[in-house]
Every structure is written in structure tokens, then in C-alpha cells.
């Protein structure tokens, strides 16, 4: 749920943000009630906002009434140097990779204390996954969550160790000295696993994409059915983060 910011004295451009602050993987679309609900701004305000956001090309109405994101934020997010440079940078060795296995092939970005996907490529014959693009993924039960979090400083470790490592299947890592010694081995090999830690049934490798500076820019992981030998697909995947690296420094 939204935060309530019916707040006195709040910016229009604030409570725009509020707004647009409703929408997210698990609600591409809502009505105008559910918007009021969410942001916790009277119906008439969140009214008037949508539609100055529709006349902007922020959000556009659907045939039943309710409203989505529109083109205009798409196009402007497209041009975030991170993303962009990233997502050219990664494709084709992205490409190569699912052409080579079938399986899910994600790449990802840290966001605070969450996995960011920005790029996922996958077929019908994947192994089903939770992942989106514009979705979070938790950094302590995920191939290219390990990735991020082992590149990236005892401070985040900390951060994430204290916000609770939220079990989401039983074999997660819950215990912070567990996934403190599983990222040692991560620095180590430069690969990091997940075995049906996110998804029952799924398992994942994923690499860090390190910056000229040494600091962690992104991870690219492949998802597979638990009956996959990820170990085999570890050094396609590492190959191809240290390519992508190259491209995108």
C-alpha cells in the first residue's frame, strides 16, 4: 500500500509523484478509486491529478475505465544512462545466451536493498519465474541478487541482513552468517547460485558486471529448471558479464 500524503502544505508536483507512485509490476493498471486508495488523496484530488497526467502523456485511460502508465514516461525512462547503456551494451551477449539455453536470461541493477530488472529475455519453454522487467528481486534468495550484494560493501550486507532476510521458499538463506560465507565464495569465484531459493523448481547462476573502478554496475543471470546443471552454464554466463563490462564501460 501507497504511504497516506494528504498532507497540508504538499506539492502538486509531489502528489503527482504519489500518483504515478501507485502504479508497479503487481498493478500495471488501476482505477480511479484504487489510485485515491492507494496514494491517500481524496477521490476529486486524485481526479484532477490524472487527468493533468493524461493531458502530459503520463498516463493514458483504458477501455474499462481504469489508467495505466503512459508512452511519455516510457520514452523519458528509456533515456536513463544506466539503463540504456547497459541494456545496448548486454543483448547480444544476452541473446546469445538464450539462444544457447532456452532459459531466462535477466539482468539486473541494484536499487537500494532490491535486484532491479531492466532486461529479461525468456520463452514458453522457461522455466516459469516471478521476474519482470521493472520488477524487484530480494539480493539474499537470488543468483543475480548474490551477485549485487557480493560486490558491494559490508554496509549493504548490513542494511539487508537488518531489514530480515525474508524467507520465500524453504531453502532461502535466512541466517546472515550463512549468506555472509555464500558471498565470500561468490568474491571468490566470481559466480553466484541460487538453488530454488526464490522459486521451487527453479535454480539460478548469475555474474557480477564490474565497472572500470571496481565497483559492482550489474549482474546477468540465467534462470533454469532445477534439473539444469548450472555449474556447466557458469562460465558462459561469467564470459558474457565480463563482456558486457567491456561495452559498457
Not at 550484494?149 to 538463506?173: C, N, Q
Not at 546477468?220 to 562460465?235: E, F, K, N, W, Y
Request: one cysteine or more; glycine letters at 10%.
Amino acid at each position: 500500500m501507497a504511504g497516506r500524503t494528504n498532507t497540508p502544505g504538499e506539492s502538486v508536483s509531489r502528489r503527482l509523484l504519489t500518483v504515478l507512485d501507485c502504479f508497479d509490476v503487481a498493478h500495471p493498471a488501476l482505477s480511479l478509486t484504487e489510485v485515491a486508495a492507494r496514494s491517500g488523496l481524496p477521490v476529486s484530488t486524485a481526479r484532477r491529478l490524472i487527468n493533468e497526467l493524461r493531458s502530459w502523456g503520463g498516463l493514458e485511460r483504458l477501455d474499462d475505465g481504469r489508467y495505466r502508465i503512459g508512452m511519455r514516461l516510457w520514452t523519458i525512462g528509456s533515456l536513463a544512462p544506466r539503463q540504456r547503456g547497459l541494456r545496448e551494451a548486454a543483448l547480444p551477449y544476452m541473446h546469445d545466451l538464450f539462444q544457447a539455453t532456452q532459459e531466462n536470461i535477466q539482468l539486473t541493477v541494484l536499487e537500494g536493498t532490491q535486484a532491479l530488472c531492466i532486461e529479461k529475455i525468456s520463452s514458453t519453454k522457461a522455466v516459469p519465474t516471478l521476474t519482470h522487467i521493472g520488477g524487484r528481486l530480494p539480493l539474499h534468495a537470488t543468483g543475480v541478487g548474490k551477485a549485487l550484494l557480493a560486490f558491494s560493501g559490508k554496509e549493504l550486507l548490513g542494511a539487508v541482513a537488518d531489514s530480515g532476510l525474508t524467507p520465500m521458499t524453504p531453502h532461502t538463506i535466512t541466517q546472515p552468517g550463512r549468506l555472509a560465507a555464500a558471498l565470500a565464495e561468490v568474491r571468490k569465484s566470481g559466480v553466484a547460485y541460487s538453488y530454488e531459493e526464490m522459486t521451487l523448481g527453479a535454480v539460478s547462476v548469475a555474474a557480477p558486471i564490474v565497472g572500470l573502478d571496481g565497483g559492482v554496475r550489474a549482474a546477468l543471470g540465467i534462470v533454469a529448471h532445477s534439473r539444469a546443471a548450472v555449474d556447466r552454464l557458469a562460465p558462459a554466463v561469467r564470459a558474457a558479464a565480463l563482456g558486457i563490462a567491456r561495452w559498457a564501460n
